[in-house]
């Protein structure tokens, strides 16, 4: 999963913190991609060229927002009736994940009405992706044969969420992921609008590769301490960057990289704890960029994948931890700190 942080206020479904790093995401031509509007189950699909991506919700959206403007005073009922009534099957499943009511979704595209004017013709340029995307789900194929591939739907949501995989399948925000340098940040804190610059529409295949490894985890151990989430989020990072070439998010690497004893240090005093906000989602500052815990938890896995012999094996096995301590005993990670 992917989170930020907007407005300086901690939002644990949004892409800031990894995202902060390298994700965006692109479509493909004009939004002549399947509209799924009944739920279809790709959940057993283990065919990357028979998953869809959804991306007739983005023109729909901006339908509504310009019938918005005709009616401002009536700026709920018309998302409500013509944007979520009218919505993907993943529409109403990113509402009630990452969304809420209609009423707050209203009062945030009116907050950062520049902002999402500003995007409108990256988000329509989404379907231009999804070749990339696509590529993506192939190369996890080559990696981990067992792999299998739901649909991905690319909604335009109210800035919470940057990327998620759930059960009904992969979602990605594009009012998140189609920011550039041109866009308009008015309302939006320099910290999140330093993240939503690094989230442009090119690095969305990094993204839904990032999710679709999600998809792919089968964790026996239901721990929910600091190492485990650690684990979890940045074995996602480890496996994208081998399907993709780029890490998730290059700036937090850059960061750990010259501070990576530090925060092993911090890490390991803390790795048996519940509390997760100093290394999870949580505003940037000047000085510590938000998510580290994704950071090492990508060294943790890399230093496990460097020590096997069996790379493909590997793979499996980072996908299918059953106790995260021995998991980190195993990789040897820290032992020279």
């Known amino acids: 999963m992917f989170s930020a942080v907007s407005d300086g206020a901690t939002n644990p479904d949004l892409c800031c913190l990894m995202i902060m790093k390298d994700f965006i995401f692109p479509i493909l031509s004009v939004f002549s991609s399947i509209a799924c509007l009944g739920q279809q189950d790709h959940s057993k699909n283990t065919d990357p060229l028979k998953a869809q991506f959804v991306t007739s919700d983005i023109p729909r959206f901006w339908a509504a927002f310009d019938s918005v403007g005709r009616a401002p005073l009536r700026s709920r009922e018309i998302y409500e009736e013509l944007y979520f009534n009218k919505g993907s099957f993943g529409l109403g ?65 109210s800035m919470g969420s940057g990327g998620r995989s759930m059960k009904e399948g992969l979602f990605l925000g594009a009012d998140v992921n189609c920011a550039d340098e041109s866009s308009d940040f008015t309302n939006i804190s320099p910290a999140f609008s330093n993240v939503l610059k690094s989230l442009t529409l090119d690095k969305m295949p990094v993204l839904v590769a990032h999710e679709l490894v999600h998809y792919q985890q089968n964790y026996s151990d239901t721990s929910k301490n600091l190492l485990s989430r650690a684990i979890n989020e940045g074995s996602a990072d480890f496996i994208c960057k081998l399907v993709t070439g780029t890490p998730v998010n290059h700036l937090l ?16 005093a803390e790795l048996g704890r519940n509390d997760i906000q100093k290394w999870f989602y949580h505003p940037a500052t000047e000085s510590r960029p938000s998510d580290l815990g994704y950071y090492i938890g990508f060294k943790i896995t890399e230093a496990y994948y460097l020590r096997a012999k069996n790379k493909k094996k590997a793979i499996e096995e980072i996908l299918n931890i059953s106790n995260f301590r021995s998991f980190l005993e195993k990789s040897g990670y820290g032992s020279n700190f």
């Open 93 to 157: 499943i990113f509402k009630t994940a990452a969304i809420g009511t209609t009423e707050v979704f209203a009062s945030k595209i009116e907050k950062y009405d520049k902002y999402y004017r500003s995007i409108r013709k990256n988000t329509l340029q989404v379907q231009d992706a999804v070749p990339a995307m696509r590529k993506s789900f192939q190369r996890l194929k080559e990696l981990y044969p067992a792999s299998v591939f739901p649909d991905v739907y690319i909604v335009i949501g």
């Open 253 to 268: 690497h850059q960061y750990g990289e010259q501070h990576e004893r530090e925060l092993w240090l911090q890490f390991k």
